[in-house]
T-cell receptor, first 115, second 112 residues
């Protein structure tokens, strides 16, 4: 079974631009979560989608948004990029039950650098 | 509020020695706890999870963790460290909104 895939793996943007990151979950998984990882703030939850609906959202500004498609693939978008948005963005999918004990499987991440 | 604290941003052990990575949590409800490992330039891989079925949880790569409610701890151990264990380890708590609340991480350094 293929794992979680994220594209692109690396991205360089300049301040003010916008960016879209993509995540393909493990086949059959309907829950997709996004996390931001930085050296200063560590791992922080961005949002979670389940069956195309945003079920939960972390404490990030509205510049961060996401969506999920009917095939469970998810995208996150960051508009008006700031230097502080430079981070590793991780996507995780979980099994169909998507309850609190279900394991989240992580992709390799997208490394975003904002210049 | 729920939180996770990992004691020690860096832990150094000799190859073959015991590995002990500490994790304490704060939760007003029975917690679901996880340990993940992250190798350089990679995503996170689940080592083990506690879901209240058993207090001693065995995971992959020889790691195990014991849930101690009285101490609000979920420390990760491995009897004998291997060079390939060098990585960053994260303890996490699942909250009622299906969010993982993460500890700051502990980098494990293995000395030859």
């Amino acid at each position: 079974k293929a794992g979680v895939t994220q594209t692109p793996r690396y991205l360089i943007k300049t301040r003010g631009q916008q960016v879209t990151l993509s995540c393909s979950p493990i086949s059959g998984h309907r829950s997709v979560s996004w996390y931001q990882q930085t050296p200063g703030q560590g791992l922080q939850f961005l949002f979670e989608y389940f069956s195309e609906t945003q079920r939960n959202k972390g404490n990030f500004p509205g510049r961060f948004s996401g969506r999920q498609f009917s095939n469970s693939r998810s995208e996150m978008n960051v508009s008006t990029l700031e230097l502080g948005d430079s981070a590793l963005y991780l996507c995780a999918s979980s099994s169909p039950g998507a309850g609190p004990t279900d394991t989240q499987y992580f992709g390799p991440g997208t490394r975003l650098t904002v210049l | 509020a729920q939180s996770v604290t990992q004691l020690g941003s860096h832990v150094s052990v000799s190859e073959g020695a015991l590995v002990l990575l500490r994790c304490n949590y704060s939760s007003s409800v029975p917690p679901y706890l996880f340990w993940y490992v992250q190798y350089p330039n990679q995503g996170l891989q689940l080592l083990l999870k506690y879901t209240s079925a058993a207090t001693l949880v065995k995971g992959i790569n020889g790691f195990e963790a014991e849930f101690k409610k009285s101490e609000t701890s979920f420390h990760l151990t491995k009897p004998s460290a291997h060079m390939s264990d060098a990585a960053e380890y994260f303890c996490a708590l699942m909250d009622s909104n299906y969010q993982l609340i993460w500890g700051a991480g502990t980098k494990l350094i293995i000395k030859p």
